[in-house]
């Protein structure tokens, strides 16, 4: 049995009465818990007020599909407050380290005694919020090493092809261009007039050019390919078809070939079919610059993008176009988007920059964006408004999703409600957004919401004088 000599080792006790002191020691009951045994998980109703007279307790939190440690209790303490006075899930996982001895006061009987004694009250809530605000800053931390790693993966993802092409465009080159050095050595050996050679220089430019330019049209493409694979089949080809597609990306006619092969139909060396495959190779040599530049060209758009989502190379607060950030965002989530989610964009292009914190602000388009991406399941419209409206700047985030249930629509902005599984979601993605948009940059934020249609609108003050 719960003797006074223990409840009063913990500082809120000692509040109480002699009286009320034997009331709680007759009403606890005893709880024994093995090393390694859990007490509590998280995510189950609150089990009422417990106090640790004997071992060691361990706190986690899973996130990620892991447990992670957040926190200890040792003898003597308290714990259990929170779920019994907000009415929620036990946020953690409660797990004996060593053997425990410890005593459970119901949740109703806890109650009874805040509300007879106003100093045990007082001094259980200011140590209720302590608990509460080093768990939300731990959740924070967590959140945004999980969006930082949900970001990266991404990032890693739509960085993967563009650097596989260029790695093996490079890869590739040496080869195609050492084959051609060869092949202009063998032509020189010949002796060959100068407008004969001219005339293929400058099918060759035009052929660069052609591709370069994308001067074809697929429907073209394919049809020239047909013909002009029909012509070196008759003209004795081997593997006409490797030749036949790179010709027709450069634009190759039948009867260009027939001009300039002309001379060359009964040589009975190399060079009867050299000037095809030189022709052919050059234009697989362009197509290669060409895709390892498109490649390297969105290495560096992601790059930018991610240093622009960070504001990694600017002051705190500045002047912050709001579309770039949104575009910034939309860009880290495009592998997401892929599988199935049209994105439309209605933007006020008048709409001017705001003062703004440019990592944070980024922050509510994550999760904002993140949110509607998941309420979609991979499939839907995402569509994104902006407004200039009098001396603000409105932006609405709308998903095609299955909406928000009524009877938690008060609640969505509370600190730990979330409507996912645990280790999912923490609750804090919307309170975030409320914080930044509401107490950093001294503007509003509200929801619609039906099925098929949510909208979350942010609405930002402008400039002095916009």
């Known amino acids: 049995m719960l003797c006074i000599e223990e409840l009063i ?128 800053s731990f959740i924070r931390g967590r959140e945004k090493m999980a969006a930082l790693g949900t970001l990266a993966a991404g990032l890693a993802h739509e960085l993967n092809n563009p650097a596989s092409a260029l790695v093996r465009t490079l890869g590739e080159m040496p080869a195609a261009i050492l084959e051609l050095q060869r092949m202009n050595l063998v032509y020189g050996q010949r002796n060959v007039e100068e407008a004969h050679t001219q005339n293929w220089l400058r099918v060759r430019d035009r052929g660069h050019d052609t591709i370069l330019n994308n001067r074809l049209d697929p429907v073209t493409l394919s049809d020239r390919e047909t013909v002009l694979l029909e012509w070196l089949e008759d003209y004795g080809v081997e593997q006409a078809w490797k030749l036949a597609e790179p010709l027709a990306q450069g634009g190759i006619e039948v009867e260009t070939l027939d001009d300039l092969m002309e001379r060359w139909r009964n040589e009975n060396t190399e060079l009867r079919e050299m000037g095809l495959h030189w022709l052919s190779l050059s234009f697989e040599v362009i197509s290669m610059i060409k895709h390892g530049l498109r490649g390297a060209e969105r290495i560096s758009e992601l790059v930018q993008a991610m240093k622009s989502y960070a504001y990694l190379d600017r002051g705190v607060q500045q002047e912050v176009d709001v579309h770039q950030g949104l575009e910034d965002t939309l860009r880290l989530f495009a592998y997401q988007l892929k599988g199935g989610i049209e994105v439309q964009r209605n933007y006020d292009r008048h709409l001017p920059k705001i003062p703004a914190y440019g990592s944070e602000l980024n922050q509510v388009w994550t999760n904002l964006i993140d949110n509607a991406i998941d309420a979609m399941a991979g499939k839907g419209v995402l569509e994104i408004t902006t407004q200039h409206c009098d001396r603000f700047a409105h932006i609405d985030i709308i998903d095609s999703g299955s909406g928000i249930p009524p009877e938690i629509k008060t609640r969505i902005f509370e600190p730990f409600f979330t409507t996912k599984s645990v280790g999912h979601g923490s609750g804090l993605g919307l309170e975030t957004v409320r914080r930044i948009v509401e107490n950093r940059h001294h503007g509003t934020l509200s929801f619609e919401s039906e099925p098929g249609r949510t909208c979350f609108s942010v609405c930002l003050p402008l400039s002095n004088g916009q």
Not at 24 to 49: I, K, S, Y
Not at 80 to 98: C, F, K, N, Q, S
Request: aromatic share 8%; charged share 30%; glycine share 8%.
């Open 9 to 136: 080792d913990l500082e809120p006790f000692q509040q109480l009465s002699q009286e009320q002191l034997e009331w709680v020691c007759d009403r606890a009951q005893t709880v024994e818990l093995r090393a390694a045994e859990v007490l509590v998980h998280e995510g189950d109703p609150g089990h009422g007020l417990f106090i640790l007279v004997k071992g060691k307790i361990n706190l986690t939190r899973r996130s990620e599909g892991v447990e992670i440690p957040i926190g200890q209790h040792k003898a003597p303490s308290f714990f259990g407050e929170i779920p019994v006075l907000t009415d929620e899930p036990v946020p953690v996982t409660i797990r004996a380290l060593t053997d425990c001895n410890l005593y459970k006061i119901e949740g109703e009987d806890f109650r009874k005694l805040l509300h007879e004694c106003r100093d045990f009250e007082r001094m259980v809530f200011r140590i209720m919020e302590r608990r509460l605000r080093g768990l939300e």
